[in-house]
């Protein structure tokens, strides 16, 4: 191992070691389980709760003091292996319910692919050791460009993965997301792409309602009149149409849609089901919001007309909204400060 690539490796490492800790604080707070995101343990939780700490504790440590007694290396690199045989189990796993018809993905390789790979050139790096010092400014900067890159990738490939799936199935409600619409009550092609997505699963029976969710529009134009007008053009019944006027963003539309299911739907220990409908690079995000508003979420890119002008400034501007949104959700719900929605103006085409 270079001297370079050793910082880069401690970086990478440092990284990982967070994110996984954030799962741990997640699954703490209720709002998720152990690693889900990165690797399937199947139906064990008890082995992806004791896998994240000690992945999360071991990267951690190998980031901040490479130098270790052989019996953290070794910890370190069984973590490793474990990790990368069920991230290739999973890609396994992925290919077969692809084919069986369950699922569907406009993108040929899981994330879990390259997962194994990360998880592999981590085991290579500490199973090679440390290489010789290397100090001041190029140390630092290879350990930042590990730390961001690993940063960078994980999103992104949550993005492209996650996002190019359609988990389409039977639910209780088919929820989709507002994008831009014109003074003229336009919808940009952004949100007809989203809404055509949504109304099929509709004329398709998969949910009894769907919620159109969005804020402002242009001048005086508000998302939700344009999204139901289509909506009804496409076949679907104004009355199975709820319309969430305060989605503005994100989390407001994962609140808002619980609290009308929970409204909707007879008492019961079960969660209910929506399938959310919103384009691939925002899916993510969609989905951690979703169930962390106590909802069981299945995620439906939207099909496009055409791939959107402005897709690289959404994902770069995603992946900064992706680990924040991980970041805040780790903390009580009672610090949470959102603004109300007349304090949203009108967005872009796309954005959400």
Do not use: N
């Not at 993965?161 to 619409?181: E, H, I, K, P, S």
Request: proline share 6%; aromatic share 8%.
């Amino acid at each position: 191992m270079t001297r370079v690539g050793g910082w880069v490796a401690r970086g990478a490492a440092g990284f990982a070691g967070l994110a996984l800790w954030l799962d741990v604080a997640r699954a703490f707070a209720g709002r998720g389980r152990p690693a889900e995101w990165w690797l399937s343990f199947y139906g064990a939780p008890w082995a992806a709760a004791a896998w994240t700490l000690a992945a999360a504790a071991l990267l951690t440590a190998f980031s901040l003091w490479p130098t270790a007694p052989e019996w953290r290396r070794r910890a370190t690199l069984s973590v490793l292996a474990v990790g990368a045989a069920v991230a290739v189990w999973d890609g396994v796993s992925f290919y077969r319910v692809l084919a069986s018809g369950t699922v569907r993905s406009s993108w040929p390789v899981p994330l879990s692919v390259f997962v194994a790979v990360g998880l592999l050139l981590l085991f290579r790096s500490v199973h090679r050791g440390v290489p010789a010092a290397l100090e001041g400014r190029t140390a630092r900067v290879a350990y930042v460009s590990g730390f961001a890159g690993t940063a960078i990738v994980l999103a992104v490939g949550q993005m492209v993965c996650f996002g190019a799936t359609d988990y389409r199935r039977d639910a209780d409600a088919v929820v989709v997301l507002g994008a831009r619409v014109y003074a003229d009550g336009t919808p940009s092609l952004a949100l007809a792409d989203r809404v055509r997505t949504a109304s099929r699963l509709m004329l398709e029976k998969r949910a009894p309602l769907l919620i159109v969710s969005g804020g402002p529009g242009d001048g005086g134009a508000h998302e939700t009149d344009a999204m139901r007008t289509l909506a009804i053009e496409m076949g679907v019944p104004a009355s199975a149409i709820v319309v969430d006027r305060d989605g503005i963003d994100t989390d407001h539309t994962a609140d808002d849609t619980a609290r009308i299911l929970h409204q909707r739907l007879p008492a019961s220990d079960a969660r209910p089901t929506v399938l959310a409908v919103s384009h691939g690079y925002h899916l993510p995000r969609v989905k951690l919001a979703l169930e962390g508003a106590g909802l069981t979420a299945y995620t439906v890119p939207a099909k496009e007309t055409r791939t959107l002008v402005r897709l690289p400034l959404y994902m770069a501007r995603e992946v900064i909204a992706f680990w924040a949104y991980t970041l805040r959700t780790t903390l009580p719900r009672v610090t949470e400060v959102r603004p109300p929605p007349e304090s949203r103006g009108p967005r872009r085409s796309g954005s959400s």
